[in-house]
């Protein structure tokens, strides 16, 4: 594969981004086809050596302590960048993206390494996880992009996202749904237009009118 160059990626020009090669911005590892299986290896590879720290601390922790090391050494790692790089499934049939699936059994294997059990436990990961009030990383994402798209909103973080996701004026979709607060989306898109813009809007939408019309960031949290 030849060279490309990416202009204008978070005000940064990219350069020399050769096939099975990425470049590093921002903490994110950026290929030329924009799939993220780079990244996330990369991301699985540093959460390998954080889970086997932990392992090492655990003796010397009681249990409390344990799920604050977690947080902050572990799932600190999937959330960085999560609603740049994952894609949310939004319902149970949605398809599961074979480059992401990594991340949640690490933290699974994380969570067992905390508790005590092993895989042959068959321990249901779930219950487990709303037990610890531990979001799955599915739910890590869902949450970043809300909170990513709160801010957008409310507090401009974004002008060129908030064009694309605003209804558009005179349009009968914007009758419908302005007074809800809900967001334009993009009717049957091809599926690399499904990225940040597509699922924020989606997400937003699946909202209850009172969380979407709320202008406040604690309560919207």
């Not at 939004?90 to 294997?109: F, R, S, W, Y």
């Not at 092993?118 to 321990?123: F, H, P, Q, S, T």
């Not at 997400?203 to 919207?220: G, M, V």
């Amino acid at each position: 594969g030849g060279l490309i160059t990416l202009e204008n990626v978070g005000g940064e020009k990219l350069t020399s981004l050769s096939e099975g090669k990425s470049e590093k911005l921002l903490g994110l590892h950026i290929s030329r086809d924009f799939n993220w299986k780079i990244h996330v290896d990369k991301t699985v590879a540093e959460l390998n050596k954080r889970l086997g720290l932990m392992r090492r601390m655990k003796k010397r922790l009681p249990r409390r302590k344990r799920l604050m090391v977690a947080e902050a050494m572990f799932n600190s790692g999937i959330r960085y960048g999560i609603a740049v790089y994952f894609k949310p499934r939004l319902k149970e049939g949605d398809e599961i993206c074979t480059i992401q699936e990594p991340l949640q059994v690490l933290q699974n294997d994380m969570l067992r390494e905390l508790f005590g059990h092993k895989r042959a436990d068959k321990i249901n990961m779930e219950n487990l996880r709303k037990k610890q009030e531990m979001l799955s990383v599915n739910q890590l994402a869902c949450y970043h992009f809300l909170i990513e798209t709160f801010n957008i909103l409310n507090k401009k973080s974004s002008p060129q996202i908030e064009e694309k996701i605003r209804p558009r004026e005179n349009t009968r979709y914007n009758m419908r749904s302005n007074g809800k607060g809900e967001l334009y989306i993009i009717d049957k898109p091809l599926k690399s237009c499904t990225g940040f813009t597509y699922m924020a809007g989606k997400l937003w939408n699946l909202l209850p009118d009172e969380i979407r019309r709320t202008s406040e960031p604690d309560p919207f949290k």
